[in-house]
């Protein structure tokens, strides 16, 4: 069982920025990989970005070049900055683990873009 608590949602112009936390219960090399989904108003959840246990990189095309994945193993977090918000990005945003091929979420974050 892996726990996430993620955190650093709020709400802020358009663009502005945030950067979300996501704290797993465990050692980030035990985690086969983690990534970042939002929910939005009939989508219940769509990739945003992943990070591999080996610190490859996936984004979606609607963020690429202002959002950034990354992670803390010392920390067992992983964090996504957003830069450049636009009202579009609006959503709960939540975390995504994958281990021995189970997946585990959290609980989420809101984050609110105004224009």
């Known amino acids: 069982q892996v726990h996430l608590v993620e955190s650093g949602g709020g709400v802020v112009q358009a663009g502005g920025s945030l950067r979300l936390s996501c704290a797993a219960s465990?050692?980030?090399?035990?985690?086969?990989?983690m990534a970042w989904y939002r929910r939005t108003p009939g989508i219940e959840r769509a990739l945003v970005a992943h990070i591999t246990n080996r610190d490859g990189t996936y984004y979606t095309e609607s963020v690429k070049g202002r959002f950034t994945i990354s992670r803390d193993t010392a920390k067992n977090t992983i964090y996504l900055q957003m830069n450049n918000l636009r009202p579009e990005d609006t959503a709960v945003y939540l975390c995504n683990a994958v281990k021995s091929g189970s997946p585990y979420w959290g609980q989420g974050t809101q984050v609110t873009v105004s224009a």
């Open positions: 465990q050692s980030l090399s035990s985690i086969n990989y």
